[in-house]
C-alpha cells in the first residue's frame, strides 16, 4: 500500500533538470563504467541503511571529497510545502493534525550530494528533537537517531546512466566522449518512510542524489 500512495508525488516535487558535464575521469569507457558502478553501490547502501546521512558520511569520506567530511545540512527557507493527501495517509495523520516540513540540501564541503523533502509528524519526536529541527540545520536522520528508527524504502530508480544506449553492443570507439556527455541533475531519486520500533511512521522523505557524489578524484586504473 504505501509504495503506490507516494508514486503520484514525483511530478510535484522533482526539480527540473539541468544538464552539467560529469568529471574528467567519466570520459573515458573504463570511467564510465567506473561511475555506473559507483551509482549502483550508492544505491545499495542506501537501500541497506536507516539513516541517509550516515551513509553520505561515509561516502564523502570514502572518496575523499572535502577536508572535513561529515555531512551537513542547508535548510532551503520560505519554501513551505503543504502534505499532500498521500503524504498525510503515508504518515497516518489526520488532515488537520500538524506536520513538520523541511527542504534541505545535504553537503558534503562544497558539493551539494542531495536534495531532499521531508514531512515528519513533531507529536512522535521529542522536544530536543523538534527543536533541532525548528531551530538549526541539524540533518533529520542524525537528530532522530536516538529514536532508533528504521527505514522502509517505498522506491528507488536511476535518472541517469554513464553508459551509452546498449553499451554493451557497441565497439569502445564509437562511445560518446565526454563533452557530449550530459548528467542530469539528479541521478538517482529515493522515496522512503521513517519507521519507530513500533512501526509507527515518524517521516516520509523524497530523496534526489545530483551528478555531485561522482565528483571526486579519478579511481585507479587496474593495469
Given at each position: 500500500?504505501?509504495?503506490?500512495?507516494?508514486?503520484?508525488?514525483?511530478?510535484?516535487?522533482?526539480?527540473a533538470?539541468?544538464?552539467?558535464?560529469?568529471?574528467?575521469?567519466?570520459?573515458?569507457?573504463?570511467?564510465?563504467?567506473?561511475?555506473d558502478?559507483?551509482?549502483?553501490?550508492?544505491?545499495?547502501?542506501?537501500?541497506?541503511?536507516?539513516?541517509?546521512?550516515?551513509?553520505?558520511?561515509g561516502?564523502c569520506?570514502?572518496?575523499?571529497?572535502?577536508?572535513?567530511?561529515?555531512?551537513?545540512?542547508?535548510?532551503?527557507?520560505?519554501?513551505e510545502r503543504?502534505?499532500?493527501?498521500?503524504?498525510?495517509?503515508?504518515?497516518?495523520?489526520?488532515?488537520?493534525?500538524?506536520?513538520?516540513?523541511?527542504?534541505?540540501?545535504?553537503?558534503?564541503?562544497?558539493?551539494?550530494l542531495?536534495?531532499?523533502?521531508?514531512?515528519?509528524?513533531?507529536?512522535?519526536?521529542?522536544?530536543?528533537?523538534?527543536?533541532?529541527?525548528?531551530?538549526?540545520?541539524?540533518?533529520?536522520?542524525?537528530?532522530?537517531?536516538?529514536?532508533?528508527?528504521?527505514?522502509?524504502?517505498?522506491?528507488?530508480?536511476?535518472?541517469?546512466?554513464?553508459?551509452?544506449?546498449?553499451?554493451?553492443t557497441?565497439?569502445?570507439w564509437?562511445?560518446p566522449?565526454?563533452?557530449?556527455?550530459?548528467?542530469?541533475?539528479?541521478?538517482?531519486?529515493?522515496?522512503?518512510?521513517?519507521?519507530?520500533p513500533?512501526?509507527?511512521?515518524?517521516?516520509?522523505?523524497?530523496e534526489?542524489?545530483?551528478?555531485?557524489v561522482l565528483?571526486?578524484?579519478?579511481?585507479?586504473?587496474?593495469r
Amino acid at each position: 500500500m504505501y509504495r503506490s500512495l507516494l508514486l503520484p508525488l514525483a511530478a510535484a516535487t522533482a526539480p527540473a533538470a539541468a544538464a552539467t558535464l560529469p568529471p574528467s575521469w567519466v570520459g573515458t569507457v573504463q570511467g564510465r563504467l567506473a561511475a555506473d558502478a559507483a551509482l549502483h553501490d550508492l544505491s545499495d547502501r542506501l537501500a541497506a541503511s536507516d539513516s541517509a546521512t550516515l551513509v553520505l558520511d561515509g561516502w564523502c569520506a570514502e572518496h575523499q571529497m572535502a577536508a572535513d567530511p561529515t555531512i551537513k545540512a542547508e535548510r532551503v527557507r520560505g519554501d513551505e510545502r503543504s502534505a499532500p493527501a498521500e503524504i498525510r495517509a503515508l504518515l497516518k495523520v489526520s488532515e488537520t493534525e500538524r506536520l513538520g516540513y523541511r527542504h534541505v540540501r545535504l553537503r558534503c564541503g562544497a558539493h551539494v550530494l542531495s536534495d531532499a523533502d521531508n514531512w515528519y509528524v513533531p507529536a512522535r519526536l521529542t522536544p530536543d528533537i523538534n527543536r533541532q529541527l525548528d531551530t538549526g540545520d541539524t540533518p533529520f536522520g542524525r537528530a532522530a537517531q536516538p529514536l532508533h528508527f528504521r527505514r522502509d524504502t517505498l522506491s528507488s530508480r536511476h535518472l541517469w546512466s554513464p553508459l551509452p544506449r546498449r553499451w554493451e553492443t557497441l565497439a569502445s570507439w564509437r562511445w560518446p566522449h565526454r563533452a557530449e556527455i550530459d548528467v542530469a541533475d539528479s541521478v538517482i531519486e529515493n522515496r522512503a518512510l521513517l519507521l519507530l520500533p513500533d512501526g509507527a511512521p515518524i517521516s516520509a522523505v523524497v530523496e534526489r542524489y545530483t551528478g555531485a557524489v561522482l565528483a571526486y578524484p579519478a579511481p585507479p586504473v587496474a593495469r
